[in-house]
């Protein structure tokens, strides 16, 4: 029987996961963080590791730099759970011989097993061994209404594990999903409570000594989102919360991109997040299309910069430095989003917006205005003159992949 370590920070998610690598044929053993994994690595030397990149204590990272410098755990093979959204930590596993890196706001238990059996000789059946799901090493602190769902989980998994061979091979992959979506969805109003309540406690300490800690337990609350939206087919919802997860990492990193801006995307993107779960949307939400996204500013570098922000998640955008050159592009053809600087020569951007939603192709078209302007009268100016949202300069990569995808979400 092959052994997996599997490396989680939320009791429910590695309940989940480790049922059904355990149902699949694997020796499963979980750690809630980085320095637990550490040790569980040295006692049991798995031959596979399933690792979050973003966990407490010591990231994904930690404990790929721990692995690859101990002889005996160099040749351990490696699947991450990443965030599209944080190409950096991607890449620094994938420098470490990371064999598999999957979208965390796309896995699924059934993807994950297997990627698995792809990457090791598939378990046979070793009938002498029990198949039971493996606890945690040690308690982690999750919410009542995660408790009643880890319950619900354990029992569930006991259940289907007394059916005959026969019984459990006709299990199908897409009752999974509804029993997930169905799992998913009880826990959406305590869910939706305390996302709002997270955040609130964020906003409220602001600049204080607690403001870090308030904005770790917001960040992995979302993680949590992420993941379990993932799993239950909410597709679309997994990736905005795994895009803001992703703002928040870099706020944490650094601390100087902590401003009236990111801290309006936050509550935005969080009330967004809580309202789209009453009533919530239908489970199985289709991935989100592809977009067209027009980015108007005359500066060079910052057009550079905001492509390729947006290309982290997925969407490809048109880039004009003239805003006359930008006008005639929507006069021919629909976009989804569009995003302008506001001081440019020719026509500013407060005018170019006016002038947009005089075309019948862009009345209601979503426009985030990007500036270095803070002052209030500008805001208000720019909401009269039709736009819908703002971001600061200097951008932040992750902040510009949240207000579009909040975006796209809202327009359908």
Do not use: W
């Not at 005996?72 to 944080?86: D, G, Q, T, W």
């Not at 992995?220 to 703002?247: P, V």
């Amino acid at each position: 029987m092959k052994k997996v370590l599997f490396v989680e920070d939320n009791a429910l998610i590695a309940s989940i996961y480790s049922n059904k690598l355990s149902e699949a044929g694997f020796e499963v053993r979980v750690a809630e963080d980085g320095l637990v994994a550490m040790k569980l690595l040295l006692e049991s030397k798995p031959d596979l590791v399933v690792l979050d990149l973003l966990m407490p204590k010591m990231t994904g990272v930690d404990v790929l730099k721990f692995m690859r410098e101990h002889e005996e755990l160099k040749s351990v093979r490696v699947v991450v759970f990443s965030n599209s959204f944080l190409s950096n930590l991607a890449e620094q596993a994938v420098a470490m011989r990371v064999e598999k890196a999957l979208i965390k706001a796309a896995v699924t238990p059934a993807r994950l097993i297997d990627v698995i059996n792809q990457m090791l000789d598939k378990p046979g059946e070793d009938q002498s061994a029990p198949k039971k799901a493996a606890a945690p090493d040690s308690a982690v602190e999750i919410s009542k209404p995660e408790r009643e769902a880890l319950a619900r989980e354990k029992s569930a998994t006991a259940a289907n594990q007394s059916k005959s061979g026969p019984q459990k091979e006709n299990a199908s992959k897409s009752e999974t999903l509804t029993m997930m979506g169905r799992q998913f969805l009880e826990l959406i109003p305590a869910l939706s409570k305390e996302l709002r309540q997270l955040c609130r406690d964020f906003l409220e300490a602001s600049a204080s000594p607690d403001q870090t800690e308030r904005l770790i337990a917001l960040n992995r609350k979302l993680g949590f989102l992420t993941q379990m939206a993932a799993i239950a087919g909410y597709h679309r919802t997994a990736e905005l919360a795994s895009a803001l997860e992703a703002l928040l990492y870099e706020l944490l990193n650094k601390p100087e991109a902590m401003n009236d801006s990111s801290r309006h995307t936050v509550a935005a993107s969080v009330a967004f997040l809580a309202d789209r779960f009453d009533p919530p949307e239908a489970a199985n939400e289709q991935e989100r299309p592809s977009a067209k996204i027009l980015i108007v500013d005359d500066d060079v570098v910052s057009n550079r910069a905001l492509a390729q922000a947006l290309g982290r998640a997925k969407l490809s955008a048109t880039s004009e430095a003239s805003p006359l050159a930008a006008l005639t592009k929507l006069e021919q053809s629909a976009y989804d989003v569009v995003l302008m600087d506001i001081t440019m020569p020719e026509m500013d951007g407060l005018v170019l917006c006016e002038k947009m939603r005089s075309l019948p192709l862009h009345k209601r078209t979503p426009v985030i205005f990007v500036t270095s302007h803070t002052d209030l009268k500008t805001r208000v100016q720019s909401i009269l003159s039709g736009g819908n949202d703002f971001i600061s300069k200097p951008i932040s990569p992750a902040e510009v992949c949240v207000k579009v995808i909040t975006c796209l979400l809202k327009t359908g």
